[in-house]
């Protein structure tokens, strides 16, 4: 209780300036089901069916005073059921993803944790040209519609459905706006090799992107020393007909001397069926550090175990095609298919999400997913070892949760 405290007296001082600001709440409140095969690691921990319900809290306020600007998040979590347990009884090899560790654990135990989180804490400075942030913040770099092999920096995972606020981390942003369209970024993501140790460098990230209008073409340039790593990674995009199409290359250097190189490449278009708008995507992406299907989770490269602890790529395999897309079939209704194969096994992650506006500030989401495949692929599941018999999949899983804004 005691980081508790000291988060939230943080929080006090940047809020002092301008209290006179509003302060947003969003409420969400949802429950899940998941169940697996009796080969899975899920239910060799003991949890082959799980029941879940989840509950978060998130104060939002923003303030501004001239040319300066704060922002505050807090977040309360609250998760019980199967899920929390199964987390738990999961082994945590991930190094620290932030240089603070603003959570603080409330109550805890084998089947639920209540947690409190400073999710955003920064002070900005935004002239005609340009912008300085200081403090744990978000930034999404890429043109990825599932796969962000470009968003270094805590990205989604293919899989999620929640996009609202990515997870903030403490970084020095520095953005300058050119008067003819194009910017430079510049970002410093601080990190420690382990929780408490001292800044190390060769965990932090230190980043330059810069966006360039070429006609009717955008393009982009990152060069990233990331994790003792180095990125170069080039981005084009533009219309075709009335399409619009985005290709990205990443080239990484790494400390052992190998050079992966990861390929996205993605196409989106709109349209309307009878009264219904449709919005609809093809997405390629080539997993550099990726390996092939018979290859067991234990026998991993260090590069592609390292980028999976932190974050940073969420599958294993090589090769893979999304296809997905948007159907409002009314004003209040909103459907959203996908499917993921991996082109190296045949295997697929199948997922229907869906959402109604109840009202201006009241949305009812629902959703559900499943992979399919044989055991050894990269949706059926990855043995742990080999010969082990058991495997890593993901659950089929169908969910329903209720979000409430104020």
């Known amino acids: 209780m005691d980081k508790l405290t000291a988060t939230l007296a943080a929080s006090l001082l940047l809020i002092t300036p301008a209290l006179a600001d509003p302060l947003r709440v969003r409420l969400d409140f949802g429950g899940s089901l998941d169940w697996t095969e009796a080969d899975s690691i899920d ?3 003991g949890f ?8 978060k809290a998130r104060l939002i306020w923003q303030g501004t005073s001239g040319a300066w600007g704060f922002e505050v998040q807090s ?4 998760q019980g059921g199967g899920n929390a347990g199964f987390a738990a009884a999961l082994p945590d090899t991930s190094p620290p993803a932030s240089f603070f560790d603003l959570t603080s654990e409330i109550s805890s135990g084998a089947n639920h944790s209540f947690t409190h989180t400073i999710d ?3 002070v900005s400075y935004s002239s005609q040209n340009v912008v300085v942030i200081v403090g744990r913040q978000a930034v999404t770099w890429g043109s990825g519609m599932v796969f962000h092999p470009s968003d270094i920096i805590a990205p989604f995972s293919p899989d999620a459905v929640d996009t609202a606020y990515k997870p903030g ?3 020095l942003y520095g953005q300058y706006l050119f008067d003819n ?3 430079l970024q510049a970002v410093f993501v601080p990190r420690r090799a382990v929780a ?3 800044l190390d460098w060769q965990s932090s990230t230190l980043a330059l992107r810069g966006a360039l209008l070429l006609g009717e073409l955008d393009g982009t340039v990152m060069l990233a020393q990331d994790h003792g790593d180095t990125l170069l990674n080039l981005g084009l995009g533009g219309p075709l007909g009335g399409a619009a199409w985005n290709v990205e290359l990443g080239q990484w250097f790494l400390d052992d001397g190998s050079t992966p190189l990861n390929i996205l490449a993605n196409i989106s278009n709109s349209g309307s069926i009878g009264d219904m708008n449709i919005t609809y995507f093809a997405e390629y992406f080539h997993n550099g550090f990726g390996v092939d299907t018979a290859t067991p989770l234990d026998a991993l490269p260090a590069s592609l175990a390292s ?13 893979f095609l999304a296809l997905g897309g948007q159907l409002s079939v009314n004003a209040a209704l909103v459907l959203s298919p996908s499917i993921i194969t991996s082109l190296n096994d045949g295997s697929v992650f199948a997922g229907l999400h869906g959402n109604i506006s109840a009202s201006d500030n009241f949305d009812i989401s629902f959703g559900a997913s499943k992979g399919f495949g044989a055991n050894g692929t990269e949706f059926g599941g990855r043995e742990t070892s080999a010969g082990s018999g058991v495997f890593v999949r993901a659950p089929v899983n169908v969910s329903l949760s209720l979000t409430r804004y104020f």
């Not at 082959?48 to 509950?55: G, I, M, N, P």
């Open 196 to 198: 408490g140790g001292p």
């Open 75 to 78: 977040l309360l979590s609250y």
């Open 43 to 45: 239910a060799a921990l």
């Open 48 to 55: 082959e069916t799980r029941q879940s319900l989840d509950a």
């Open 181 to 183: 369209g194009n910017d």
């Open 120 to 122: 955003r804490l920064s």
């Open 307 to 319: 980028r999976l602890a932190t974050g940073q790529l969420f599958n294993v395999g090589q090769d």
């Open 169 to 171: 981390v403490e970084m």
